[in-house]
């Protein structure tokens, strides 16, 4: 039994035609990254990224400009691409004469024993793969205002005029970017004082100044009460203690996502959670009960697609090979945010260095300090790298600016595969002028 048919999809393979299935999804198959998560937002993104730099062809000498986005029709083909491939997953899952599947929420009903569509069924191997939602906070009057989340905001019938957003995380900043590209006024509230406040001290806080040259960005608020009046939803917020009323005509709900685990009440089965409601999995992705395994979303705190797809490769070699087991090994986990600019980061913070007393060295090399940076005239984007002087190997890179989430990739494999910094630097040729030039400055940069 497979609940979930996000990644817990993938673990179907050849090698299990000869047993019988049951797949569990209450919604499209494909999950939250299909659906409402990485790949529409991301096609969104782009489109938004193309709106953005549109605008700042003429400080570089090219007559372009930003004239109004045709909403239905980005949106359309969004999901006139999208829905088709999550059906054709579903319907391809229904033909195969060994898997049954259930277009339907579960509950557990005891151990092992789970009731959906109004059927009590059990299984000797379940896999709980049922990912997260959204979490919605307990303002006054929010249930009644008609509120967005992720899972909703994308599909929207128009484009808002006025977006106002609660929330300051990945979510909130690259949805908020995408409507303000396309020409919505947009108003970010976060109770924190910056935004993606869990990024490197130094990247959040530049990112936050350039979100404040682009949005009305309210630092340190929090939303007391929510009310709406005719079209307009009208949000009482206190900033520093000042109170104010501000009005928008959409409100997107953007402050995190809560396992799925309640939902299913594996309670009921003697699956044990943590005290956030993730499911608790040991190394080979086991959770307490003989016979149960847990992935993705559900489990991992990080929800993060490429964990998923990783935990959920582990889960499927386990289940079929009981008697020669993988564990989840201790890999460096990157992660991007696509709002504009980029962010991308792997390893420690500095932040987290000096709270767990860990020698270290860095240094932030500015993208302009390259020639293809020097070539953009880029002179707010940098990459910042930490390292132990001890080993000479990197414990974080923290990227912002263009193409960030593909140029970090070069040093995530030098640090999962234990090279130094001189290694990273030195061992091959960087390629003159490409952008990929700042990581290498920044490598011999590096004071150790």
Not at 146 to 153: F, K, L, N, V
Not at 227 to 255: K, P, Y
């Amino acid at each position: 039994m497979i609940i979930g048919a996000g990644s817990g999809n993938s673990i179907i393979g050849p090698q299990h035609d000869d047993w019988d299935i049951a797949m569990i999804e209450r919604g499209r198959f494909g999950g939250t990254c299909m659906n409402v998560g990485c790949i529409p937002s991301k096609m969104f993104v782009y489109s938004a990224l193309l709106a953005e730099l549109a605008t700042h062809g003429p400080a570089l000498g090219v007559d372009t400009r930003f004239e109004g986005a045709d909403w239905p029709a980005i949106r359309d083909r969004v999901f006139g691409r999208i829905d088709p491939i999550a059906e054709a997953g579903a319907e391809y899952r229904e033909s195969l004469p060994n898997v049954t599947v259930y277009r339907d929420s579960a509950r557990f009903t005891g151990p092992k024993q789970v009731t959906v569509a109004g059927e009590v069924i059990t299984a000797d191997k379940i896999v709980l793969a049922a990912g997260a939602r959204p979490m919605i906070p307990d303002i006054a009057g929010l249930d009644e205002v008609g509120y967005q989340t992720s899972d909703t905001i994308m599909r929207l019938e128009r484009l808002p005029e006025h977006l106002l957003v609660i929330g300051g995380g990945y979510i909130a900043t690259e949805l908020g970017n995408v409507f303000g590209s396309f020409g919505s006024e947009v108003t970010i509230m976060v109770r924190s004082g910056r935004l993606l406040r869990h990024e490197d001290d130094d990247v959040s806080l530049r990112f936050t100044e350039e979100y404040r040259h682009k949005f009305d960005v309210r630092c340190m608020t929090q939303v007391l009460a929510a009310r709406r009046e005719g079209s307009e939803i009208v949000l009482t917020i206190s900033q520093n203690g000042v109170h104010e009323e501000i009005r928008g005509d959409q409100l997107l709900v953007a402050t995190g996502r809560v396992p799925n685990s309640d939902d299913l009440d594996v309670a009921a089965a003697g699956v044990t959670i943590d005290a956030a409601g993730y499911v608790r999995t040991d190394s080979r992705m086991r959770t307490n009960v003989p016979g149960v395994w847990a992935l993705g979303d559900i489990t991992n705190p990080a929800q993060l697609k490429h964990v998923a797809n990783y935990e959920a490769r582990v889960v499927a070699h386990n289940i079929t090979h009981p008697d020669d087991p993988i564990e989840i090994d201790g890999r460096p986990v990157p992660h991007a945010v696509f709002g504009h600019p980029q962010v991308a980061s792997v390893g420690l913070t500095e932040r987290e260095c000096h709270e767990r007393d860990i020698p270290h060295v860095s240094h932030i090399q500015a993208f302009g300090s390259a020639a293809y940076g020097w070539a953009m005239e880029d002179t707010r984007s940098f990459v910042k790298l930490i390292a132990d002087p001890a080993t000479r190997r990197l414990l974080g890179v923290h990227i912002i600016g263009p193409q960030a989430s593909t140029l970090i990739q070069q040093l995530i494999q030098g640090m999962t595969l234990g090279q130094t910094v001189d290694e990273m630097a030195r061992a091959q040729y960087w390629i003159h002028p490409a952008l990929p030039e700042v990581l290498e400055q920044a490598l011999l940069e590096l004071q150790l």
